[in-house]
């Protein structure tokens, strides 16, 4: 009986042991599981972050490129409203300066063109009727001339002015001009206008001497610079021309003793609309325009042209353009 009660005993202990290993291996199985099942919750919430982040990622480079595009198209914006403000503000002076020169033309035509066409229509009149005798015409016959010779300046001043305004007018005909017979023509022409003042042309420019330029534009603009001091010169003046090679520039001075100019004068000599036109020593009118179409058109050829003076001591216009080998 003790033997088992012994045996009865361990039995019980050995299931006693049994059951506490069991339970304690289902213990650790259960804290197996849910060590995985918090694993498994972490990764899931990884994964969850890991998709949060990369979604975030995606939001944030697409507000991106949307913030970026939208400055881009801003400063494209702009870039188009800056330049179609310059671009109006190009057309509006360029508006004002095609004004300028309808004021300007309408101007000559009314006034400065009318009065000399309006004295030979006369004179020619009262020819024909015989109040003035082909001898009484004669003495009249050289002012007449000299105010055609203006008219015809005037003219030519306004339609190459009117073709330099125009888009695409602007090309040259380049070529090889000896400045000593540019001047002597020049000279011809004006020389009946000369004469009737007293005042002696004097052409110094040597015979070999060159430049590479337009000849009808350079020839519009030594006849105006000598035209003007003409009109600028008293009786019994003179004016002279002078040229110099310097490099490869040939630079041609036109001098005159007559009224001068302030250094105000000077400073507005060049500007569209600010150099309106003075009387002459004999009373002759002008446009206006000459010296700026003159100005214009060296600087069209590569040159420039500036003047000196002092009142009452005359004017020197100098003229610079590319020397012809």
């Known amino acids: 009986r003790d033997s088992l009660a012994k045996e009865e005993a361990l039995r019980n202990a050995r299931k ?6 069991l339970e304690k291996k289902e213990a650790q199985i259960a804290l197996l599981k849910k060590d995985k099942d918090i694993e498994a919750a972490n990764v899931k919430q990884q994964r969850l972050l890991l998709i949060a982040a990369v979604i975030g990622l995606v939001l944030a480079s697409t507000i991106a490129f949307l913030f970026f595009s939208s400055l881009k198209n801003a400063k494209r914006n702009n ?52 109040i003035v005798t082909p001898e009484e015409f004669a003495v009249y016959k050289n002012e007449l001339n000299n105010k055609l010779q203006s008219v015809s300046l005037m003219l030519d001043n306004l339609l190459l002015w009117a073709r330099s305004q125009m888009k695409g007018e602007h090309t040259l005909s380049v070529e090889r001009i000896n400045v000593r017979r ?22 110094n420019v040597d015979e070999g001497l060159y430049i590479l330029a337009d000849r009808t534009q350079i020839e519009m603009v030594i006849r105006n610079i000598v035209s003007n001091a003409i009109k600028f010169t008293p009786h019994g003046g003179m004016i002279t021309v002078d040229a110099s090679v310097e490099s490869d520039k040939v630079s041609i001075s036109i001098t005159d003793r007559g009224v001068g100019m302030t250094q105000e004068q000077i400073d507005r000599l060049f500007k569209d609309g600010t150099n309106a036109s003075s009387q002459g020593t004999g009373g002759e009118k002008g446009t206006g325009i000459g010296l700026i179409l003159s100005y214009n058109f060296v600087k069209n050829n590569g040159g420039d042209m500036v003047a000196c003076s002092k009142p009452g001591r005359g004017t020197t216009f100098t003229v610079t353009l590319p020397v012809g080998h």
């Not at 006693?16 to 290993?21: Q, R, V």
């Not at 004021?103 to 009262?126: E, K, Q, W, Y």
């Open 182 to 203: 540019n001047v002597l023509r020049v000279f011809a022409v004006l020389k009946d206008a000369a004469d009737h003042k007293d005042i002696r042309l004097v052409n």
């Open 16 to 21: 006693l042991e049994f059951d506490y290993e």
């Open 79 to 130: 870039e188009l409203i800056t330049r179609q403000k310059q671009e109006l503000e190009q057309q509006a002076e360029r508006l004002e300066q095609l004004n300028q020169f309808k004021d300007t033309t309408f101007s000559v035509l009314s006034h400065d063109l009318r009065s000399p066409i309006n004295a030979l229509t006369g004179t020619m009149a009262m020819m024909d009727e015989g």
